[in-house]
Nanobody, 122 residues
Framework: QVRLVESGGGLVQPGGSLRLSCAASGTIFSINTMAWYRQPPGKGREFVGGIKWTDRQTIYADSVKGRFTVSRDNAEYTVYLQMNSLKPEDTAVYYC???????????????WGQGTQVTVSS
């Protein structure tokens, strides 16, 4: 199976920065995309940003454009979310998602991490 582990969450003041990491491991043959989602308190899960593994194309939610950057490691199945100019409304549990092909049946996978808490507060 494919396992995703997030790290880097915490408490930060408004205007501050944090970098989240997500490492994928397990029965991976290839990755199509890795993405970040978040779930604010009392709300549903929403898309934040993502990256296509082969050509590194990125896409972002309007609410984070210009403040957040998704990037990936060259050697490992690791994706990062650099968050700058953080606002209280960015407070949420942040989840990592990956989809692709694995080395066992069923070939397609779509996996989620356990989430990491980001709190923006003074």
């Amino acid at each position: 199976q494919v396992r995703l582990v997030e790290s880097g969450g915490g408490l930060v003041q408004p205007g501050g920065s944090l970098r989240l990491s997500c490492a994928a491991s397990g029965t991976i043959f290839s990755i199509n995309t890795m993405a970040w989602y978040r779930q604010p308190p009392g709300k549903g899960r929403e898309f934040v940003g993502g990256i296509k593994w082969t050509d590194r194309q990125t896409i972002y939610a309007d609410s984070v454009k210009g403040r957040f950057t998704v990037s990936r490691d060259n050697a490992e199945y690791t994706v990062y979310l650099q968050m700058n100019s953080l606002k209280p409304e960015d407070t949420a549990v942040y989840y990592c998602n990956a989809d692709g092909i694995q080395t066992k049946l069923p070939r397609d996978f779509d996996s989620w991490g356990q989430g990491t808490q980001v709190t923006v507060s003074s």
